[in-house]
C-alpha cells in the first residue's frame, strides 16, 4: 500500500470517529466515561490480564457505538419514510450498543468491586457515626445552591427555579443521596444501584430536553461535591 494511500485512510478514520463524537450525544458519553475508567484504573495495581480484558470492554463498547451510527446513517441515506424494515434494523444495532455497555459494566464490576469496597471501609466507617441530621443539611444546602444557580442565570439561558435553567435540581438532589447512600452504607453494590439510579434521573432530564447535558453534568457534581464536604468536614470534624 502506498504511503498517501496510508495516511489518507487513517485520516479518514479519525475523522469518522470525530464526526461521530461532534454529531452523536451517546458518543460523547461513552468516550467521556472510557477516559474517566483509563484514568481511574492507574490509581489502582490491575494487573495485565485486567487492564487488557477492561481496555478491551471499553473498545467494545465504543466501536459498537461506532458501527451503531454507521448503520442509522446508511438507512437515513436509503430512505426519511418511516419502514419497519429500517426500524428493526436500527433496533438490532442499538440492542448490539446495550449488549456490549452491560458487558463492560459486569467486567468493571468483577474488576473493581473488590479494590473500592476495601478502600472505602475506612472512610466510611468515620462517617457512619456522623449525626443524621447531616443529611437534611446536605439537602437543603444543594436545594439553595441551585435556587441561587437558577436566579443568576435565569435572564441568560432561561428556565424557571422547577424546570430547565443552569442548573438542573433534579439531578444535584439525586446526585447528593446517592453520595450521602455511599458515605453511610458499606456495601459497594447498594452504592452501585444508587448512582445508578441517579444517572437514570440526570438521564431521564435530557431526554425530556428539559435541560442540556452540561446543567446536567453541572447539578451532578454540585450534589456529589456538598454531600461529600458536608459528611467529610462536618461529620469528621464535627
Known amino acids: 500500500m502506498k504511503r498517501g494511500n496510508f495516511i489518507s485512510s487513517f485520516n479518514y478514520a479519525v475523522q469518522g470517529i470525530i464526526s461521530s463524537i461532534r454529531t452523536e450525544r451517546n458518543m460523547k458519553i461513552h468516550y467521556l466515561a472510557a477516559i474517566a475508567v483509563i484514568i481511574g484504573s492507574l490509581f489502582f495495581k490491575l494487573t495485565r490480564l485486567e487492564f487488557m480484558l477492561l481496555f478491551f470492554s471499553v473498545s467494545f463498547v465504543l466501536m459498537s457505538e461506532l458501527m451503531n451510527t454507521a448503520i442509522e446513517r446508511t438507512i437515513d441515506l436509503v430512505t426519511q419514510t418511516y419502514n419497519p424494515l429500517a426500524k428493526l434494523a436500527k433496533d438490532i444495532a442499538a440492542g448490539a450498543v446495550l449488549i456490549s455497555a452491560i458487558n463492560a459494566l459486569v467486567m468493571g464490576y468483577l474488576i473493581f468491586f473488590d479494590r473500592l469496597n476495601a478502600a472505602t471501609e475506612l472512610l466510611v466507617f468515620k462517617l457512619r457515626a456522623s449525626d443524621p441530621h447531616l443529611a437534611f443539611v446536605a439537602v437543603f444546602l444543594v436545594i439553595v445552591i441551585v435556587v441561587a444557580g437558577k436566579l443568576f442565570w435565569m435572564r441568560k439561558s432561561g428556565g424557571s427555579f422547577f424546570q430547565g435553567g443552569a442548573v438542573s435540581g ?42 442540556k447535558v452540561s446543567e446536567v453534568v453541572l447539578g451532578a457534581i454540585v450534589g456529589t461535591l456538598v454531600a461529600f464536604i458536608i459528611y467529610r468536614l462536618v461529620g469528621y470534624y464535627g
Not at 172 to 189: D, E, H, P
Not at 198 to 209: C, D, I, T
Request: aromatic fraction near 10%; charge should be positive; glycine fraction near 8%.
Open 170 to 211: 433534579h439531578t444535584a438532589l439525586a446526585f447528593c443521596m446517592a453520595t450521602i447512600i455511599s458515605l453511610i452504607v458499606v456495601k459497594g453494590l447498594v452504592t452501585g444501584l444508587a448512582f445508578f439510579t441517579a444517572f437514570l434521573v440526570a438521564q431521564s432530564r435530557v431526554e425530556g430536553k428539559i435541560h
